[in-house]
């Protein structure tokens, strides 16, 4: 009788990920892992040890892992700016930051007057808008932020417009959203909804909403994680959606059929793509950094290549 040596941990993702492909671990030693971002000036890998309340770098080239920063105000979700800044989210802070060669800087920390809860994840679109999403996971749990109260009693997703300085909530009917990403031509945003965290019968999902005019119609489903819940995701260049999940990392189409997974040894919470070609899969898991070849890249590197 064969022995399977080794049962292969890519399951039903024909032409995105090799059969035979798994993920390698590049690094360990972090208390939970969020927010990977390619940094391709630094050939590098930065992501947020949340409960460490430091941002890490895997260097690809060098091979080496190292703290890139401490006492960070517990950053979470980055986005690189076309400008080559890099916009973050901080919990600590209640506010989104550029980091700009290492120098931080406010972009907006509250709208009328009353300050955000914690924010989470951060977009920026084609025109220069910052979106991000703010739940109150950084004001509800000591180890993510600092205690305290919600100045609005709800969790948004938000615009802001840095040409005129407005900040303007875009989503006010999720009840506490988590990740987010928009397709590849910007016509639909999505944005997971993670209030199970919070409550035993909370959502455990993605929203699709079409984005008209910087603002977001017609908000509907578009899937169900079973297993845990959808923390962070992107979007490929064929508007397929990869998530973490309990389960590794699972991919939708873009009409939200489950595609397959990738099985993870540790709770996924956030991914990216990135590498020299843009096909790796970052994935920042509990612990650690994995990292996995796809045959695809990021829907957003795809649209600046082909505009
Ligand atoms: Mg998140």
């Known amino acids: 009788m064969a022995i399977e040596m080794n049962p292969r941990v890519v399951h039903g993702l024909e ?3 090799d059969a035979s492909a798994r993920p390698a671990r590049l690094a360990t030693g972090a208390g939970w892992s969020e927010g990977p971002m390619w940094a391709p000036a630094r050939g590098s890998v930065l992501w ?23 006492d960070v105000e517990f950053t979470n979700g980055r986005v690189l700016h076309p400008d080559g800044s890099i916009i973050q989210c901080s919990h600590g802070r209640r506010r989104i930051e550029r980091d700009r060669d290492g120098t931080i800087s406010e972009i ?52 802001y417009d840095p040409d005129s300085d407005e900040v303007r909530p875009v989503i006010v009917d999720i009840e506490e959203p988590n990740g987010l990403a ?9 944005v997971s909804d993670t209030s199970i965290a919070s409550r035993k019968n909370g959502n ?14 017609n908000g509907r489903v578009f899937a169900v994680v079973e297993q845990g819940f959808s923390d962070g995701f992107r ?18 189409s873009p009409d939200g059929a489950l595609l397959g997974g990738i099985d993870v040894p540790e709770t996924v919470a956030n991914l990216c793509f990135g590498g020299p070609e843009g096909t790796t899969l970052f994935i920042a898991a509990t612990t650690s950094l994995y990292a996995i ?15």
């Open 108 to 159: 907006v920390a509250s709208f009328g007057g009353r300050r955000f809860n914690s924010p989470n994840d951060v977009v920026v679109a084609g025109d220069g808008s910052i979106w991000f999403t703010d739940p109150p996971y950084g004001i509800r749990i000591a180890a993510e932020g600092h205690l305290g109260e919600s100045e609005y009693d709800d969790c948004f997703v938000f615009r």
């Open 204 to 217: 455990h999902h993605i929203r699709a909403y079409d984005v008209v005019s910087g603002r977001c119609k």
């Open 48 to 70: 947020s040890d949340i409960h460490g309340n430091r941002i890490l770098e895997h260097s690809l080239a060098e091979g080496t892992t190292s703290v890139y920063r401490e």
């Open 235 to 252: 979007i490929d260049a064929d508007g397929n959606l990869w998530t973490s999940s309990a389960a590794g990392v699972l991919v939708y």
């Open 293 to 307: 070849e796809t045959l695809t890249v990021d829907a957003t590197r795809a649209g600046r290549t082909s505009r």
């Open 182 to 190: 928009f397709s590849p031509d910007e016509s639909v945003l999505y």
């Open 15 to 17: 032409g995105l990920v």
